[in-house]
């Protein structure tokens, strides 16, 4: 084996030698980096050329010579391999190249970089083209739109119900979006306006014994005066709360029987009556109604009263004086008779009449008396039959009175 075979292989006689690469080495390429012109004013200051890798790969290696063993003293330069041959003419060598271990070859120096395009800074448009691009495609292939891989039936129908979720999910958002501002809209019911809540309904107290016939005291008079009559006549309406007219004190005749009387539950017992012999009717025009009586608690409408037949017949009440102005509400009629009535006060003055001529058929009259009394005085009231038309029943009646 020729020496310098063994020289390439790696194998010496007395040891092991690292080979010697059979082709060239490529040196390391520098970083990338911004190429300018050279005229360029944004350039940085001019150091020494840097050879151009690109350039320097285009030439090629020259490997170093063999390392050839030196040979012994008076050995003949014809038994050496390659002897008598010239470096600069071995084969592949290029001419222009100088040999290595010449002393006198100038030296290679790098080559100049060839010129570049001059590229500018990436504008803004392009900048943002580049964020947003993959971002949108990664949505769109998210919802099946844009798929990224060739479509299959399998990739279809996912992206089908991908497209229904979403678009169900939508609707459920807009659907709890409408319920949420329909109720609190509700929060304001009727357009807005006020509504009063409407207390609830006490039950009625039950009915206790009649109170005793006083005259409460009411400290000084609301309307002090001397004494006062005054009588009036009102139309009377379909129906009579005896609740709302009665505030001090209300009676009622009939309704269970001839002696049956209803009275204000908590009244102020001011109305005074003898009683006698009387009959029950049926036949009021007004409906009385009351929601604080005794013994009846409440009534929703009454036509009952009382009456006495035959002319001559009398009802007698009174109603106690406080110094107070009082208003007396009398509710009587007429069975096909004439009728008068009088009123006046216990401690004397002109008393003030009401007559009601003689006539066929049933009448009923709402009487409306304003008085002042000093303590201890009385208004007197009577309510008489003067004539009758000549029927069994024809007479007075009376109904109700109220105090207020």
């Known amino acids: 084996m020729a020496e310098d075979e063994l020289t390439q292989t790696g194998i010496r006689v007395g040891g092991w030698l690292p080979a010697v690469p059979a082709g060239p080495t490529r040196p390391p390429e520098p970083p990338p980096g911004p190429r300018r012109l050279s005229g360029d004013p944004d350039a940085p200051a001019a150091g020494p050329p840097t050879p151009d ?4 790969s285009n030439e090629e290696a020259v490997p170093d010579a063999p390392v050839v063993p030196s040979r012994p003293a008076g050995s003949s330069p014809a038994l050496e391999p390659g002897a008598g041959v010239s470096p600069a003419a071995a084969p592949g060598r290029d001419p222009d190249l100088p040999v290595t271990g010449d002393p006198g070859a100038p030296k290679a120096g790098p080559k100049p970089p060839a010129p570049v395009r001059h590229s500018a800074p990436e504008g803004v448009t392009a900048r943002l083209a580049g964020l947003v691009g993959p971002a949108t495609a990664r949505v769109r292939t998210a919802v099946g739109v844009a798929p990224d891989r060739r479509a299959t039936r399998v990739g279809a129908a996912r992206a089908r119900r991908r497209r229904r979720r979403l678009v169900l ?16 809209r509700g929060a304001e019911p009727d357009g807005g306006r006020t509504v009063t809540a409407t207390a609830p309904t006490l039950p009625a107290p039950e009915p206790t ?18 004494p ?14 005896l609740t709302a007219l009665g505030a001090r004190d209300w009676r009622h005749w009939g309704g269970t029987g001839a002696g049956s009387v209803q009275r204000k539950q908590r ?15 049926n036949a009021a025009v007004a409906a009385l109604t009351w929601t604080d009586g005794t013994p009846t608690a409440r009534q929703q409408g009454t036509r009952s009263g009382v009456f006495q037949r035959g002319a001559g017949k009398t009802f007698t009440l009174s109603v106690a004086g406080s110094d107070d102005l009082r208003t007396v509400r009398l509710f009587v009629g007429a ?3 004439g009728a008068r009535l009088d009123v006046r006060l216990s401690g004397g003055g002109d008393p003030a009449v009401r007559e009601v001529a003689l006539a066929a058929g049933d ?5 409306v008396i304003h008085f002042r009394a000093p303590r201890g005085q009385r208004l007197l009231i009577t309510w008489r039959a003067l004539t009758v038309v000549g029927g069994e029943n024809d007479g007075v009646t009376l109904e109700a009175v109220t105090v207020s």
Do not use: C, K, M, W
């Not at 014994?209 to 001397?226: D, E, M």
């Not at 006062?228 to 709360?241: F, G, I, T, Y």
């Not at 009448?363 to 009487?367: A, H, L």
């Open 53 to 56: 890798p690109r350039a320097a």
């Open 169 to 184: 999910a939508g609707a459920a958002l807009t659907a709890l979006v409408l319920v949420l501002a329909y109720a609190g």
């Open 209 to 226: 014994a009649a109170p005793p016939t006083v005259v409460p005291v009411t400290g000084g008079p609301a309307l002090p005066g001397g």
């Open 228 to 241: 006062l009559l005054n009588l009036d006549q009102e139309a009377l309406p379909a129906s009579v709360s």
């Open 267 to 281: 009244g102020t017992g001011e109305i005074g009556d003898p009683g006698g012999d009387r009959l029950e009717h």
């Open 335 to 337: 069975f096909s008779a």
């Open 363 to 367: 009448r009923f009259f709402q009487y």
